[in-house]
């Protein structure tokens, strides 16, 4: 959530054979799959009540998705023959997320815009991690972000990421003032209440980020913990900066600390902090980062919104001062579902009659129609439930793409031909996909591990149990989400998101899956616990999911006479296993010269196929993902 400093196995194996063991669906086996012959086409027609936004129980990554795609990197298991159906195109681009919508929409503009192009995705909906959750109850519709969740420091964007937007229909300014001033995620000014763990079920409620910073009554929120007297004078001292907890170091010294110490070290062994006030600002840490306090450096942590920059001594004062607006310490925009409207913006500029509208504020409430997604008298077609095994180039300079289709009742393994190639996937699928990549290419690709996450949505009938809370923001660093807020509360054309009693509302929770960093293993990375994270999540059914999605509520407000068997309506599980863009890490990862970092050596072209993805951009956000694009069709014109 926080903009992250852009710096710079024992698991390797071990994972992927456990989860491939676990997980492996002996009747999806790819070698399995039905062969299909003499296709005239690989149109899909999909079931006239085809609208994913709308499903509930376990999405993401959801199953019918992946099971492909792992007999091919667990097992090196996929098809040995396709069909070679009837249908060529200028652009086939393998991932329908953000950047690879962009690529087509990039590559159609500047190649005159009569391209024919074919976008294939694993996922039943669009968008990659720019997912839509929609709810309807009581006649109001109700949403969601299911991933990629907002416009970050968008004054920052580089000029091709801006004009793209605004040339797709985005207005910053009616964006920003979408936004109704008490959600405070958008600009963090807001109180939040700080549910500190299930022992007291207890939530404190105050200006919570300015006290971090020593800012108003920061002594009387953190006299209401129920932490030992000890504790609380020692978060205190923390927090007012009144300490320097490296006056033992030069200049010199303290910046070597802060670059090469985890912020956890520095909180037990600086600070003096224990018991459950460590945990205080881990809950925003994961939320940026995925991993916590024992994986950053304190200049990461610090840069991710955690407190303790004022306490590293004279530099870090004047650091906190220029830098740091404790009444506002962060800038984001939001649509009502997150940055799946942009992904909407795309398709319908990419498909004409696949929704009505021609706004940013039209397209919140437009109803899609997935029949026309792949209609052959489109130029652009985009196919769902469609995993990419093979890319390869041709001797005659085209490339093929094979792929399998479980849209129908059978899978088909399908061939397609194109004259160019962009792969919007992610990196680690790639040497995959691609066996003419040379070897320490494929290294390269592989290097970055995304890292997953679970973002939750649920709606519940009655509004009132939030209003008696009193915050819209909860901070719940021991509980398993540790961050809830209300979804986008946003009024935009026709839509509206409000917290009213008596009226249904949707919650927004989240959830960190990587474990603590093993401090006993020094050889232990940050991928080695994504991996871990990516495991746990394909191995946690939903079941258990929901039971802790309601034990938590309830702990949490059944003091204002919420039961969660009662008052909650839907839950929205999305499962990301393979999650945000790899960005580096500073305990862990050289700081690689310019050119030289795995990213960008990976990121190669091979012959006619391309690379765009945030992955590539090693920058998990909108910016890298329109730059990857821009990139990859840059060099595809070049050819």
């Given at each position: 959530?926080?903009?992250?400093?852009?710096?710079?196995?024992?698991?390797?194996?071990?994972?992927?054979?456990?989860?491939?063991?676990?997980?492996?669906?002996?009747?999806?086996?790819?070698?399995?799959?039905?062969?299909?012959?003499?296709?005239?086409?690989?149109?899909?027609?999909?079931?006239?009540?085809?609208?994913?936004?709308?499903?509930?129980?376990?999405?993401?990554?959801?199953?019918?998705?992946?099971?492909?795609?792992?007999?091919?990197?667990?097992?090196?298991?996929?098809?040995?023959?396709?069909?070679?159906?009837?249908?060529?195109?200028?652009?086939?681009?393998?991932?329908?997320?953000?950047?690879?919508?962009?690529?087509?929409?990039?590559?159609?503009k500047h190649t005159g815009g009569n391209q024919r192009i074919l976008i294939l995705d694993?996922?039943?909906?669009?968008?990659?991690?720019?997912?839509?959750?929609?709810?309807?109850?009581?006649?109001?519709?109700?949403?969601?972000?299911?991933?990629?969740?907002?416009?970050?420091?968008?004054?920052?964007?580089?000029?091709?990421?801006?004009?793209?937007?605004?040339?797709?229909?985005?207005?910053?300014?009616?964006?920003?003032?979408?936004?109704?001033?008490?959600?405070?995620?958008?600009?963090?000014?807001?109180?939040?209440?700080?549910?500190?763990?299930?022992?007291?079920?207890?939530?404190?409620?105050?200006?919570?980020?300015?006290?971090?910073?020593?800012?108003?009554?920061?002594?009387?929120?953190?006299?209401?913990?129920?932490?030992?007297?000890?504790?609380?004078?020692?978060?205190?001292?923390?927090?007012?900066?009144?300490?320097?907890?490296?006056?033992?170091?030069?200049?010199?010294?303290?910046?070597?600390?802060?670059?090469?110490?985890?912020?956890?070290?520095?909180?037990?062994?600086?600070?003096?902090?224990?018991?459950?006030?460590?945990?205080?600002?881990?809950?925003?840490?994961?939320?940026?980062?995925?991993?916590?306090?024992?994986?950053?450096?304190?200049?990461?942590?610090?840069?991710?919104?955690?407190?303790?920059?004022?306490?590293?001594?004279?530099?870090?004062?004047?650091?906190?001062?220029?830098?740091?607006?404790?009444?506002?310490?962060?800038?984001?925009?939001?649509?009502?579902?997150?940055?799946?409207?942009?992904?909407?913006?795309?398709?319908?500029?990419?498909?004409?009659?696949?929704?009505?509208?021609?706004?940013?504020?039209?397209?919140?409430?437009?109803?899609?129609?997935?029949?026309?997604?792949?209609?052959?008298?489109?130029?652009?077609?985009?196919?769902?439930?469609?995993?990419?095994?093979?890319?390869?180039?041709?001797?005659?300079?085209?490339?093929?793409?094979?792929?399998?289709?479980?849209?129908?009742?059978?899978?088909?393994?399908?061939?397609?031909?194109?004259?160019?190639?962009?792969?919007?996937c992610y990196n680690g699928i790639i040497p995959h996909l691609c066996p003419e990549l040379?070897?320490?290419?494929?290294?390269?690709?592989?290097?970055?591990?995304?890292?997953?996450?679970?973002?939750?949505?649920?709606?519940?009938?009655?509004?009132?149990?939030?209003?008696?809370?009193?915050?819209?923001?909860?901070?719940?660093?021991?509980?398993?989400?540790?961050?809830?807020?209300?979804?986008?509360?946003?009024?935009?054309?026709?839509?509206?998101?409000?917290?009213?009693?008596?009226?249904?509302?949707?919650?927004?929770?989240?959830?960190?899956?990587?474990?603590?960093?093993?401090?006993?293993?020094?050889?232990?990375?940050?991928?080695?616990?994504?991996?871990?994270?990516?495991?746990?999540?394909?191995?946690?059914?939903?079941?258990?999911?929901?039971?802790?999605?309601?034990?938590?509520?309830?702990?949490?407000?059944?003091?204002?006479?919420?039961?969660?068997?009662?008052?909650?309506?839907?839950?929205?599980?999305?499962?990301?296993?393979?999650?945000?863009?790899?960005?580096?890490?500073?305990?862990?990862?050289?700081?690689?010269?310019?050119?030289?970092?795995?990213?960008?050596?990976?990121?190669?072209?091979?012959?006619?196929?391309?690379?765009?993805?945030?992955?590539?951009?090693?920058?998990?956000?909108?910016?890298?993902?329109?730059?990857?694009?821009?990139?990859?069709?840059?060099?595809?014109?070049?050819?």
């Open positions: 959530m926080t903009k992250s400093i852009k710096r710079r196995d024992f698991m390797n194996g071990m994972a992927f054979s456990l989860a491939g063991a676990a997980l492996a669906p002996k009747t999806l086996m790819a070698e399995s799959i039905t062969q299909a012959r003499g296709m005239e086409s690989g149109q899909q027609e999909l079931p006239a009540d085809y609208y994913p936004p709308t499903r509930n129980g376990m999405r993401g990554s959801h199953e019918g998705s992946y099971e492909v795609a792992h007999d091919m990197a667990w097992r090196g298991v996929k098809p040995e023959r396709y069909a070679d159906i009837n249908e060529e195109y200028d652009l086939i681009v393998v991932g329908a997320g953000i950047s690879g919508l962009a690529a087509a929409s990039l590559y159609q694993n996922h039943d909906d669009f968008g990659g991690h720019a997912k839509r959750n929609e709810f309807h109850s009581q006649g109001k519709m109700l949403l969601g972000y299911g991933g990629s969740q907002n416009l970050e420091y968008p004054d920052e964007y580089d000029t091709i990421t801006r004009d793209f937007l605004e040339e797709l229909g985005v207005d910053f300014d009616q964006l920003e003032q979408a936004v109704h001033p008490e959600f405070p995620v958008a600009k963090m000014d807001q109180p939040m209440g700080l549910f500190l763990d299930e022992q007291s079920e207890k939530i404190v409620n105050g200006m919570w980020l300015p006290a971090q910073y020593g800012k108003g009554n920061y002594k009387e929120l953190i006299a209401q913990l129920e932490l030992p007297e000890d504790e609380k004078q020692r978060l205190m001292t923390f927090f007012s900066g009144g300490k320097d907890y490296l006056a033992d170091m030069s200049l010199n010294e303290k910046l070597e600390y802060i670059a090469s110490t985890s912020y956890k070290e520095f909180l037990v062994h600086r600070v003096g902090l224990t018991n459950r006030a460590l945990s205080f600002s881990d809950s925003f840490v994961r939320m940026s980062n995925c991993v916590g306090a024992d994986s950053l450096s304190l200049t990461e942590a610090f840069a991710s919104g955690a407190p303790g920059l004022q306490s590293v001594g004279s530099l870090g004062k004047l650091a906190a001062d220029l830098a740091v607006d404790p009444n506002n310490v962060y800038t984001a925009s939001f649509f009502p579902d997150g940055n799946a409207s942009i992904a909407r913006m795309l398709v319908r500029r990419l498909i004409p009659g696949v929704a009505s509208g021609n706004s940013m504020t039209d397209v919140v409430t437009a109803k899609f129609d997935y029949q026309k997604l792949d209609a052959p008298e489109n130029l652009v077609r985009l196919r769902l439930n469609s995993t990419v095994v093979e890319a390869r180039n041709q001797p005659d300079g085209s490339v093929t793409v094979s792929y399998v289709d479980k849209s129908g009742s059978a899978p088909k393994n399908l061939r397609v031909k194109a004259k160019h190639s962009i792969l919007a040379p070897k320490q290419q494929k290294e390269h690709l592989k290097y970055g591990v995304k890292a997953p996450f679970l973002y939750v949505n649920v709606l519940i009938r009655d509004g009132a149990v939030i209003n008696k809370a009193g915050v819209n923001l909860f901070n719940c660093p021991n509980s398993p989400f540790q961050v809830v807020h209300v979804t986008p509360l946003t009024t935009m054309g026709e839509y509206e998101h409000k917290v009213v009693d008596g009226e249904p509302t949707a919650l927004f929770m989240t959830a960190s899956p990587p474990p603590q960093r093993d401090l006993d293993n020094p050889n232990q990375t940050v991928r080695d616990l994504f991996r871990q994270g990516r495991y746990k999540l394909y191995s946690t059914p939903f079941s258990d999911y929901e039971t802790d999605i309601k034990e938590q509520l309830n702990k949490m407000f059944g003091q204002f006479g919420f039961d969660a068997e009662k008052d909650l309506e839907a839950i929205t599980v999305n499962r990301w296993s393979h999650g945000y863009a790899y960005g580096y890490f500073d305990l862990f990862d050289p700081e690689w010269e310019q050119g030289q970092a795995p990213h960008e050596l990976g990121r190669k072209p091979i012959g006619n196929i391309t690379i765009a993805n945030s992955d590539s951009e090693a920058e998990a956000y909108v910016n890298g993902a329109v730059k990857a694009a821009w990139r990859a069709v840059k060099e595809q014109l070049l050819r």
